[in-house]
């Protein structure tokens, strides 16, 4: 069983930077592809960006250019660097974990981190 905990979330003006990191325990955080995921109000949750446990990145094209997704696997985390925030960016954002060899889907989930960007 994998815990997922996000932080790195607040409040950030157009334009602005954020980094979330996702700490990982109770599992082998290498044998994961670790997805970011966002869900803004009445919308619903849509997959960010990944990074597969080969280490292949891939991006959504709402984000691409000014998200990058890295890991580190011997601090068991992931991490989403965020620039050029816009005010659509605005969502909770979460990370999950899928297993290499496993259900092939993102069984363990995170609490969430909220990230607003302000116009």
């Known amino acids: 069983q994998v815990q997922l905990v996000e932080s790195g979330g607040g409040l950030v003006q157009t334009g602005g930077s954020l980094r979330l990191s996702c700490a990982a325990s109770?599992?082998?955080?290498?044998?994961?592809?670790m997805g970011w995921f966002r869900q803004a109000p009445g919308k619903e949750r849509e997959i960010v960006a990944a990074n597969s446990w080969s280490g292949l990145s891939s991006y959504a094209d709402s984000v691409k250019g000014r998200f990058s997704v890295t890991r580190d696997n011997a601090k068991n985390t992931v991490y989403l660097q965020m620039n050029s925030l816009k005010p659509e960016d605005t969502a909770v954002y979460y990370c999950?974990?899928?297993?290499?060899?496993?259900?092939?889907?993102?069984?363990?989930w995170g609490q969430g981190t909220q990230v607003t960007v302000s116009s």
């Open positions: 109770g599992g082998t955080f290498s044998m994961y592809t």
């Open positions: 999950a974990a899928n297993k290499r060899g496993g259900t092939g889907k993102y069984d363990y």
